[in-house]
């Protein structure tokens, strides 16, 4: 493979992980090739390979730039990311607004709370009232009689579904096609989503019901779209891409928590269920757009430009060659030559993936963040209503923030990761610790310091948009290290770990509605805080123990032989 055309992988690979994967990117492609010949060559590439891995040679040369320059509109794959931008922007308004929405649903003064017994020092002092006597925080109560175990069993039923079609999501988009699997996905969310407050005025069990299809729907997205920037982002521009689309989770849940907040405390259509109305409406409408603007593949636009094609299949072809040269061992002259490719209908190894301890590791330590993911995305906007007794308007800000702060953080946690790794400063197995570190450890010193800060909102606040929001650090920690152990199987590995961190999704709430059980104390609440931190802190001391970043051997196919001519 000629040096310029090396792509973001094979630096990765050759600059990084192994001295001897550039060799073999480097050897003569013909054994009728002169010794002399071979020895310019890999002067050529030694000189080439220097030049790339500083940084001042591009990784594709001008036919990128070109295609970039050619024409003034946006790319169409600039438009298929910003439509998944939105599809989870619009998915996450769907899944958290009932988090904001059940405060306004739920009569609390209709429950009983086993508080008559608490001394006033384990509870926080309602607003001073104004002059006149009236309430500064007027709220109108709510029409449902659920006790804490019961809103948390409401909350938590999304993720029944949800765990249920994670490793089905991606195969069906691998077979028919991501734009389908994840179109439909957010359809299927979208209807759900318009039929709750129907459903929770009918009957319980039919709500539950309701929110387990909800998340079979949107449990699909991510490994749909997961499979669809696999065919559509250069290899250049994958992670910016990943990026992008991936923050419109974190962005529709900055918008969605306060908007959600504010339609719950209108009258307009019965108050509540308008934010259910409205996001499920903003579904439907994306899904339309979404059908006529997006394909599976770039071969299958009809409306994308010839360069553009070109550059996206001639960049996907360049990692797949060197995917393949760096796969091959050194063989000597004239002997067959060993393909490491599994075939498409190579089964699963089952048994040695469920039995791998590194993956385990990944596995115990998602669950613990998810946990503590969880306990916040469901039971603050309770905690903040019946504890610090905000207004639900107050409450779903302040419940946003986090997110967005994260989002921040996790950009600027990754291109420190990125840095630190390509000035060779730290080890990968070392970068995964670190980070996965960061976003478990600090996370949950926020959620002890919760404990300690009482009753001041502004502490709370700070403690869960300053010092959470280095949960933003999982991208750079565990939630790459399934390629390292697997790049063959690590759609399915990712599947199988993002499963059982979102079980976690309807545990949480439902554990946490045991422990409040009618007593709405800062003691029952510290004891939920204590449990999110420890099940963080306890995942991550496993991951530092059992992790690794080494291709695990049943990842590696036995060879089997092709002819040399056959390749030439």
Wanted: net charge negative; charged share 15%; aromatic share 12%.
């Amino acid at each position: 493979m000629p040096p310029h055309k090396w792509t973001d992988e094979s630096r990765d690979a050759s600059c990084y992980y192994e001295d001897a994967a550039a060799s073999r990117l480097r050897r003569p492609s013909s054994s009728s090739n002169s010794s002399a010949a071979a020895d310019r060559s890999d002067d050529e590439a030694d000189d080439e390979r220097e030049a790339f891995c500083s940084g001042e040679r591009p990784l594709i040369r001008s036919s990128g730039a070109a295609e970039e320059n050619h024409g003034c509109g946006p790319k169409t794959r600039h438009i298929f990311g910003f439509m998944g931008f939105l599809g989870f922007a619009v998915v996450y308004a769907m899944r958290v607004n009932l988090s904001v929405a059940i405060v306004a649903m739920v009569n609390q003064t209709a429950i009983p709370h086993s508080n008559s017994s608490v001394i006033d020092t384990d509870t926080c002092p309602l607003p001073a009232p104004h002059h006149n006597g009236s309430d500064p925080n007027p709220q109108k109560e709510g029409e449902f009689v659920w006790d804490e175990a019961t809103q948390g069993l409401v909350l938590g039923s999304f993720f029944y579904g949800y765990v249920l079609t994670q490793v089905p999501g991606g195969r069906m988009a691998e077979l028919y096609g991501g734009k389908k699997i994840y179109g439909y996905g957010v359809l299927i969310t979208a209807i759900f989503t318009l039929i709750t407050p129907l459903a929770a005025h009918w009957d319980l069990p039919l709500l539950v019901l309701v929110r387990i299809l909800e998340g079979m729907g949107e449990g699909v997205t991510y490994p749909a779209m997961h499979a669809m920037l696999a065919h559509w982002i250069p290899p250049l521009e994958r992670n910016k891409f990943a990026a992008i689309v991936y923050a419109g989770s974190n962005i529709g849940t900055v918008i969605s928590m306060p908007l959600a907040g504010w339609l719950c405390s209108l009258d307009f259509l019965g108050g509540w269920p308008s934010a259910f109305y409205i996001f499920g409406l903003l579904g439907i409408l994306w899904f339309i757009a979404w059908m006529y603007l997006v394909y599976d593949k770039p071969s299958d636009h009809p409306r994308i430009s010839e360069s553009e094609r070109e550059y996206i299949e001639r960049s996907l072809q360049v990692q797949r060659l060197i995917n393949q040269d760096l796969a091959e061992p050194e063989e000597e002259e004239g002997q067959d030559e060993v393909s490491l490719r599994a075939p498409p209908e190579a089964p699963i190894p089952w048994s040695s993936l469920l039995t791998s301890v590194p993956l385990w590791a990944i596995l115990l330590t998602q669950c613990g963040q998810g946990w503590a993911f969880y306990t916040q995305l469901t039971e603050l906007p309770t905690y903040m209503s019946n504890i610090l007794h905000f207004d639900i308007q107050s409450n779903a800000l302040l419940n946003a923030v986090p997110y967005l702060t994260s989002w921040f953080v996790g950009i600027a946690c990754s291109a420190l990761a990125d840095w630190m790794l390509a000035r060779r400063y730290i080890s990968l197995l070392s970068s995964y610790k670190l980070w996965n570190t960061v976003a478990s450890v600090v996370p949950s010193l926020g959620l002890i310091g919760i404990i300690y800060v009482g009753c001041d909102w502004v502490w709370v606040t700070f403690m869960l948009a300053g010092v959470g929001s280095f949960g933003g650090a999982v991208y750079a920690g565990n939630q790459m290290n399934h390629i390292a152990l697997s790049p063959r199987y690590a759609g399915t590995m990712y599947g199988i770990t993002n499963s059982a961190a979102n079980i976690c999704g309807f545990l949480a709430p439902y554990v946490i509605g045991l422990i409040i059980n009618h007593r709405e104390t800062l003691t029952q609440w510290h004891l939920v805080f204590w449990l999110a931190a420890g099940l963080n802190i306890a995942g991550n001391f496993i991951y530092l123990i059992f992790a690794s970043a080494e291709e695990q051997s049943w990842s590696k196919t036995p060879p089997t032989r092709n002819s040399r001519s056959q390749r030439a």
